[in-house]
T-cell receptor
Framework: AQSVSQHNHHVILSEAASLELGCNYSYGGTVNLFWYVQYPGQHLQLLLKYFSGDPLVKGIKGFEAEFIKSKFSFNLRKPSVQWSDTAEYFCAVNARTGGSYIPTFGRGTSLIVHP | NAGVTQTPKFRVLKTGQSMTLLCAQDMNHEYMYWYRQDPGMGLRLIHYSVGEGTTAKGEVPDGYNVSRLKKQNFLLGLESAAPSQTSVYFC???????????FGSGTRLTVV
């Protein structure tokens, strides 16, 4: 079965610092990759997604992610974080299992940005 | 556009009681999902549906049942609630089985 690992459970940064959140998955076939953000008390919102093509994906709010197939990784980056980026971030993989695509989420990374 | 609407938003149940959570989407999406979110566990898939009249088990289906009688609605049922089912439940829908989900705002369920 596929799995998704997010290595950083809690990250604390100051405003203007750079951010990189790690995401690795275990699945050898074709995958679709996602990053979602959950602001306090809210539902998950899609930040960016990768289906195919350019492995460097740009999303909303200045976030980007790079798909490195050889490393089974899809790390999220932002060059300069803001206080408003305080949230929980989830990596997700959608992989073909049997006849269906089954989505799997990582356990999440809690990001706190100090002003 | 309403997107994905979940009702109720909050509920407290006593052990052994039953209830149904409703998820409604107005985007004509084929695929719908029920997740539970617990601290430190991320989101775990309970059941999903690939179209009207179809349902399938996810990662943690025990203690739950679902129905998709209409394309726009996906119901999650708890027949006999247990404290272990205390959680936040999210519904999601997608136009494609490849993903890109739209989530509802969640239902916070407490079983005492």
């Amino acid at each position: 079965a596929q799995s998704v690992s997010q290595h950083n459970h809690h990250v604390i940064l100051s405003e203007a610092a750079s951010l990189e959140l790690g995401c690795n998955y275990s699945y050898g076939g074709t995958v679709n990759l996602f990053w979602y953000v959950q602001y306090p008390g809210q539902h998950l919102q899609l930040l960016l997604k990768y289906f195919s093509g350019d492995p460097l994906v740009k999303g909303i709010k200045g976030f980007e992610a790079e798909f490195i197939k050889s490393k089974f990784s899809f790390n999220l980056r932002k060059p300069s974080v803001q206080w408003s980026d305080t949230a929980e971030y989830f990596c997700a993989v959608n992989a073909r299992t049997g006849g269906s695509y089954i989505p799997t989420f990582g356990r999440g990374t809690s990001l706190i940005v100090h002003p | 556009n309403a997107g994905v609407t979940q009702t109720p938003k909050f509920r407290v149940l006593k052990t052994g009681q039953s209830m149904t959570l409703l998820c409604a989407q107005d985007m004509n999406h084929e695929y719908m999902y029920w997740y539970r979110q617990d601290p430190g566990m991320g989101l775990r898939l309970i059941h999903y549906s690939v179209g009207e009249g179809t349902t399938a088990k996810g990662e943690v289906p025990d203690g739950y049942n679902v129905s998709r009688l209409k394309k726009q609605n996906f119901l999650l049922g708890l027949e006999s609630a247990a404290p272990s089912q205390t959680s936040v439940y999210f519904c999601a829908s997608s136009y494609s089985n490849r993903g890109g989900y739209t989530f509802g705002s969640g239902t916070r369920l407490t079983v005492v």
